[in-house]
């Protein structure tokens, strides 16, 4: 059996849990789910995280700030101007995006240059939020933010709703990563982490592509602000635009390995979920000490993360199989 | 004879066994819930509270022995909303009767939400903000309010008999609606007053005090924030020393804590206090409150443990009630807890339709000489009031 299939048939089985499996054994658990949707929510800005460092090459600190404004624009769209709950979180996404291009005059920058500025921008749309108050609610933030709706009986707006979105946005932001990385755009973005100004002479239009990159990771980030908006119902600019909605996907993209695709969503769910169904009652006030422990360990022993560790495990109990 | 007193004793004993089985049976424990922060920005506003809800059930089991017995389950909320929504849904499944806590309106909110979607009362002291109990659930219910910060920051002030104010204030939600109140109440009193707003982020407060000494000139500068943010204005002013006659704060200042940590920062200083200290108490419910916390964390009570307590207790006595009636199962536990009329160690508290308690004024207390002394209203006071006067 070749890696590939394997790797089908792998993807096949986890998307049919997903969808099938944790709505039957989970769906009357409000906690659980709850937890889950959480750990996704986090998985979806990783995986908008991993795919802007991989593929357009740039390290972000600054992915609250299209969280946020994700958030914001579809929680204001919803509220104020009546429009539908699904289109204003598609809204929610296209502000992040234009969000971003304020942030294109950074591209000239590079590594630690770069995330600062990015950190810098995050911050100057927090500010914004809490000095618009007409339009934000300022520091007070939205409260009763309108719920994901009823659609064809199905109520959208319940745990096992905000579950199905939240999966689905997941799932389709690391297919379009993969589309993108297995394309011409990908070679492309590849050949330009090893030279770019080799890249350059041979007419990749590098600045381009890396913003192109940066305005998808940002409508990624925008969608998923969105959907947290409409599932908590609530906004402020502290919450929206937490350090939190950078920190939390950066470990664990890292802990899950960012340089695949699917990792950042491994990392999430193990981080989040181990965190607090297995640490929090062992260790009420100290649990997220255990889970920093963790990380380190991840990282001094398996750099790449956990999913190149498994892939590498597999590989080896297959030799075995075969000798 | 014999027989008949036979008889008579048999069934004298059977009619007393049968009576105290059926109260045995009666007899029930009542799992409460509590979402808090006590991890994160928010976990020593929480821990307080949590002290006070530990002091209301130590006390409970005490006065309802023999009947009823009554346990939390505490669910830390990390400071988050999403995990305070958690804890809610985790208490919900566990089958507790309701829950107190919460601190923080951006928390209380969506966490008060999911209390309302599984029918759960939610109970709470630490969310001022007006929208939570705008929104009308039935559910909800807390025992103090933006209000009656304001009306005893207002008539201090007024006592003082100040023309000029500066009202320094946090642009959070809380703290900016509670300025604005103070704002409009003095305006329409012929008061004048400068409004200055800072960020969360400030932490050299000396251009802001600059600005208020040398342009607004005032009487009184009333501040509007929290521990930090205090410590920076009083900080900034002693370096500048703006020419007024006294420093008045809100929550989290007139504390013995304060006292003990900033002694050179807090000598004549303002803040809303329930409660002198060295904790002086006179009714038989608030020494049995202090004597409690002090056996159960060594400490005298500050005003969140007040709080946490007054809160847990009312929440208690109408779980009481509401299974008495035999509705605490049917959803009458919010109904039961409208009913509320009690003098506590907060005042009096009832809940209007919304829930709000709207009988709740605070108190201004003063830092003196260590102390913190109650000084308005008068009929609370246990002190003069040292004025003008200001730390430095």
Redesign the interface.
């Known amino acids: 059996m070749t890696t590939t299939l394997l790797n089908r048939i792998v993807l096949i089985a986890a998307l049919a849990i997903a969808y099938v499996g944790i709505p039957i054994l989970f769906g009357g658990?409000?906690?659980v789910l709850?937890?889950i949707v959480?750990a996704l929510?986090i998985a979806g800005v990783a995986v908008a995280w991993a795919l802007l460092g991989n593929l357009g090459g740039m390290v972000s600190f600054g992915h609250a700030a299209f969280f946020g404004v994700g958030s914001y624009t579809s929680a204001v769209l919803a509220m104020k101007l009546g429009v539908p709950v699904f289109a204003a979180m598609l809204l929610g996404g296209v502000g992040a995006a234009v969000s971003s291009v304020a942030m294109l005059p950074a591209l000239r920058l590079r590594g630690p240059y770069f995330a600062l500025a990015i950190l810098a921008y995050a911050h100057i749309f927090q500010?914004l939020a809490?000095e618009m108050t007409p339009v934000t609610g300022?520091?007070?933030?939205l409260?009763?933010i309108p719920r994901f709706p009823t659609v064809l009986g199905f109520d959208f707006g319940e745990k096992l709703g905000g579950y199905l979105i939240v999966l689905t946005i997941v799932v389709l932001a690391a297919f379009a990563y993969d589309a993108i990385r297995r394309s011409t755009w990908g070679l492309a973005l590849k050949a330009m982490h090893d030279t770019e100004v080799a890249t350059r002479v041979v007419g990749v239009p590098s600045t381009h592509l890396k913003a192109a990159m940066l305005v998808l990771s940002a409508f990624i980030t925008g969608v998923v602000g969105a959907f947290?908006a409409h599932f908590?119902?609530?906004l402020?600019p502290?919450?929206a635009f937490s350090s939190?909605w950078t920190v939390l996907p950066i470990a664990a993209a890292i802990f899950g390995g960012y340089r695949t695709v699917w990792g950042p969503v491994v990392g999430a769910l193990a981080i989040y979920l181990v965190d607090?169904l297995l640490f929090?009652p062992i260790l009420?006030?100290g649990h997220?000490m255990i889970l920093g422990v963790l990380l380190c360990a991840m990282i001094l022993f398996s750099p790449g993360g956990l999913m190149p560790a498994l892939r590498r495990r597999t590989v080896k109990e297959s030799r075995h199989a075969h000798a | 004879m014999t027989r008949t007193i036979a008889n008579l004793v048999t069934v004298s004993a059977l009619a007393l066994s049968v009576a105290l089985g059926a109260g045995a049976a009666q007899a029930k424990e009542f799992l409460l819930g509590s979402e808090l922060p006590l991890t994160g920005s928010l976990a020593r506003v929480g821990q307080g509270m949590h002290e006070g809800i530990a002091v209301a059930i130590d006390m409970a089991n005490k006065s309802y022995a023999g009947k009823h017995s009554f346990k939390v389950q505490t669910i830390d909320d990390e400071t988050s909303p999403a995990k305070g929504v958690a804890a809610v849904e985790k208490l919900a499944g566990d089958g507790v009767v309701a829950i107190t806590g919460g601190y923080g309106s951006n928390i209380i909110g969506p966490a008060s939400e999911a209390a309302q979607k599984a029918g759960l009362v939610y109970i709470t002291s630490g969310g001022v903000s007006p929208e939570l109990t705008q929104r009308g659930y039935p559910t909800f219910f807390r025992i103090n309010n933006t209000d009656g910060y304001a009306l005893a920051m207002i008539g201090l002030i007024q006592e003082m008999g100040a023309k000029k104010v500066s009202i320094v204030y946090l642009n959070k939600d809380a703290t900016s609606s509670l300025a604005k109140q103070v704002n409009t109440a003095l305006t329409a009193k012929g008061v004048t007053v400068g409004m200055h707003e800072f960020d969360g982020s400030t932490s050299d407060f000396k251009p802001l005090m600059n600005k208020v000494k040398l342009q607004d000139r005032p009487d009184v500068i009333a501040m509007v924030g929290y521990e930090n943010d205090y410590v920076g204005i009083l900080r900034a002013s002693k370096v500048l020393k703006p020419q007024v006659k006294a420093m008045v704060g809100v929550w989290s200042l007139a504390t013995a804590q304060m006292a003990k940590e900033f002694p050179d920062l807090m000598e004549n200083v303002y803040g809303t206090s329930m409660l002198p200290y060295p904790v002086e108490f006179t009714q038989p419910e608030a020494v049995e409150f202090a004597a409690t916390y002090k056996k159960l964390f060594n400490k005298d009570p500050d005003y969140l443990g007040q709080f946490g307590y007054v809160q847990t207790r009312l929440l208690i006595d109408a779980v009481v009630r509401a299974d008495e009636a035999g509705t605490l199962g049917k959803g009458g536990l919010p109904d039961e807890l409208r009913k509320t009329d009690a003098n506590t160690l907060i005042g009096r508290v009832t809940f209007d339709k919304n829930g709000d308690n709207l009988n709740f004024t605070h108190r201004m207390g003063q830092h003196q000489g260590g102390k913190v002394v109650l000084v308005w209203p008068q009929d609370a006071a246990n002190g003069k009031m040292n004025f003008p006067a200001v730390p430095w």
């Open positions: 658990n409000a906690y709850g937890l959480a929510t500010i809490t300022g520091a007070g933030g409260l009763s947290n908590i119902s609530f402020d502290d919450y939190g607090q929090k009420p006030h997220q």
